[in-house]
């Protein structure tokens, strides 16, 4: 492990604790002693013995906020498993599921989904594509407990985790208080998730963290030695369950615990494939989900738009602070009035890449919105017959691995103009046009507006798309085009507003596409 080595005034005890190296009558060898060192404490081991509490600095806030990580925890075997009080806190919090990149952005593994997870950025920004950790930024991206140390250092901050590269590699590292790191890899997930219990619950009880984050590796171990599939899994995920029970009894056990106000985040980094393993395209690796329940975050609500990158704004906005320049994410308690994400949603028709019972697809606008497709000929596959709205897992799995999976910042529901996908069946002559016009949008006698939207383009053949901008019932009037790819972009476009002009429309015009490529776009906003 890389100890700390912190600068601050705050002086506490770095604890120690070697490999296990059993001698011939089976004694363990002994410990070396305490060493001081500056603010963090850092605890890194292989024995089974008792992990020594650390001296976690007293915290200054009744805001409190306990981030529980589950490494490989795919959401969606929670309900065939023993698990309680995970069950508890999906009814009483807020849960929402989504998926994950695939590469070339970033491979379904445990550093990039744990640095998504800690910084609040996706990894086109904090550059952490696998587990080498190779080009990391935590430099301009930090993890949320050493951002909030930067913020505020009379916040106390608390780490615990056994997937060693965690600590080794700075994801949870500088400017935490105090750190516990353990190595699972070396001396087994089962034993160290116990320990990592033991000792957190003791510092979420009778020590006065202010943000917590505790991690725990067994359940993806499972997933890799029987897969996701299997009884072991399930096993995995109910003893896990019996860890949450033990780290909320710890905090409810509190004696200040009536003048607090804590939220619980629960999240996990990756998914798993039925077999077993991870890293991959398929929806099953990509599967992630973020669980939280605290004050003002809704009950027993199951939004479509959470992200993953959703948890270090989560962790900001319950302790009351504005959200930091930079992330991507936005606190789970927020609620979406993009008018996409309240469309129904149709299952397949045409589409064979995806399962009968999956609900991702319709041709109805919203209210106030259109779609003409003049400029499109009959036939090819409906789903994708001019813009469609449809969801992430709906359109990746049309075809994977064509970069459709890399659209990370929309959310929920977006609109879609896909020529490739919609060529797959016959169609009459001529090329793909489709035009996506927005509701108006007053101006308020406003000289100037900005238009701002996330984009996910690719180029390809003599295809076009355009953003285009129509006052009143004036001329439509272009003022962006695309001429290469634009990966996951967020967009903002200042227009200039005619004098004595009241509404404005925007429009999204793909055209003269064949077999090409395709347009997305989400979250369309006006100012």
């Known amino acids: 492990m890389r100890l700390r080595n912190a600068m601050g005034a705050a002086v506490a005890v770095m604890i120690l604790i070697p490999t296990a190296a059993l001698a011939g009558s089976g004694a363990p060898t002994p410990s070396r002693p305490a060493l001081v060192s500056a603010k963090a404490v850092n605890t890194t081991a292989a024995q089974a013995e008792p992990v020594p509490v650390p001296a976690v600095p007293d915290g200054t806030s009744a805001d409190k906020v306990l981030v529980i990580g589950l490494d490989g925890l795919r959401h969606d075997r929670i309900a065939a498993a023993d698990a309680p009080n995970l069950d508890a806190l999906i009814a009483h ?76 590699q700075g994801t949870f590292g500088s400017g935490i208080d105090a750190r ?26 009778d020590r006065n963290p202010d943000v917590a984050f505790v991690s725990l590796g067994n359940v993806d171990i499972a997933g890799h030695d029987s ?22 009894a710890a905090v409810q056990s509190r004696s200040t615990y009536h003048d ?63 959200r930091p320049a930079g992330l991507d994410g936005r606190s789970i308690a927020f609620r979406s009035t993009d008018p996409f994400d309240r469309l129904p949603l149709r299952r397949r028709v045409q589409e064979t890449g995806v399962p009968a019972g999956i609900r991702g697809f319709t041709h109805t606008a919203p209210p106030g919105w259109s779609v003409d497709n003049r400029g499109l000929p009959s036939g090819g596959v409906e789903e ?83 953003v285009l901008v129509s006052f009143d019932r004036g001329r439509t009037k272009v003022v962006k085009a695309y001429t290469a790819d634009a990966v996951s972009k967020v967009e903002s476009i200042p227009v200039a507003v005619p ?28 100012t």
């Open 180 to 205: 516990i790191v353990l190595d699972g890899d070396s001396d087994g997930y089962p034993v160290e998730d116990g320990r990592i219990i033991a000792v957190s619950e003791k510092v979420l009880r």
């Open 227 to 248: 897969g996701a599939a299997d009884q072991a899994y399930l096993n995995a995920i109910a003893t896990v369950d019996t860890y949450v029970g033990r780290l909320l």
């Open 93 to 168: 919090g807020t849960f929402g599921t989504s998926l994950l990149y695939t590469a070339p952005m970033a491979a379904t593994s445990s550093g990039p989904g744990w640095s998504t997870i800690a910084t609040g950025t996706w990894p086109d920004k904090h550059k952490v594509r696998n587990n080498t950790f190779a080009g990391k930024r935590y430099d301009l991206y930090p993890g949320f407990l050493a951002r909030l140390e930067k913020i505020d250092p009379s916040y106390s901050t608390y780490a615990a985790m056994d997937w060693r590269s965690l600590g080794d």
């Open 384 to 466: 994708w017959r001019g813009w469609s709205f449809t969801t992430d897992e709906f359109w990746s799995r049309a075809q994977r691995d064509q970069w459709r999976e890399l659209f990370v910042r929309g959310r929920g529901v977006f609109a879609v103009a896909d020529s490739d996908e919609w060529d797959d069946r016959p169609h009459g002559t001529g090329t793909f046009g489709s035009t996506l016009a927005s509701a108006p949008y007053p101006l308020a006698d406003r000289r100037s507006a900005r238009i701002g939207y996330v984009t996910h383009y690719r180029q390809g053949g003599a295809q076009k798309a355009q």
């Open 499 to 526: 004098v004595g002009a009241t509404r404005m429309t925007v429009r999204f015009r793909y055209s003269n596409a064949d077999n090409d490529w395709y347009w997305a776009i989400d979250d369309l906003r006006v």
């Open 260 to 322: 607090e106000r804590w939220t619980v985040i629960v999240t996990t980094d990756h998914g798993h494939t039925d077999a077993g393993g991870h890293g991959g395209s398929t929806v099953e690796e990509r599967r992630t989900f973020v669980l939280a329940a605290g004050p003002g975050i809704p009950a027993g609500a199951t939004p479509a738009g959470i992200r993953l990158v959703d948890v270090a704004a989560t962790v900001f906005g319950q302790l009351g602070l504005a």
